[in-house]
């Protein structure tokens, strides 16, 4: 679902925009799952032991699950993530 929704996504800004560089925009998408995965891990641990709403903790295995799969990706560029994502239980 995510390559299509990708594809699709890519088609269009080609088609609405000449200089629309594909390459160059997929090359930022890694590094920004990255970020967004753990700013989604950061934000579930504060509302479930700052805030208390510990209902947020439900997501933790999820958006780590998603960390997990990206960083092999991202090893050469950012090796000292990956060790510690691999580490991580």
């Not at 920004?32 to 947020?56: D, E, I, N, P, T």
């Amino acid at each position: 679902m995510r390559e299509r929704l990708l594809t699709y996504y890519v088609e269009a800004m080609q088609k609405a925009a000449k200089d629309f560089d594909a390459d160059a925009f997929r090359e930022t998408l890694l590094p920004c799952r990255l970020q967004r995965h753990m700013q989604a891990l950061g934000a579930y641990g504060f509302l479930s032991v700052v805030k208390g709403k510990k209902y947020f903790l439900k997501h933790v295995p999820e958006a780590l699950r998603l960390l997990r799969e990206e960083t092999p990706a991202a090893q050469n560029d950012y090796p000292v993530l990956h060790q510690l994502v691999s580490g991580l239980s």
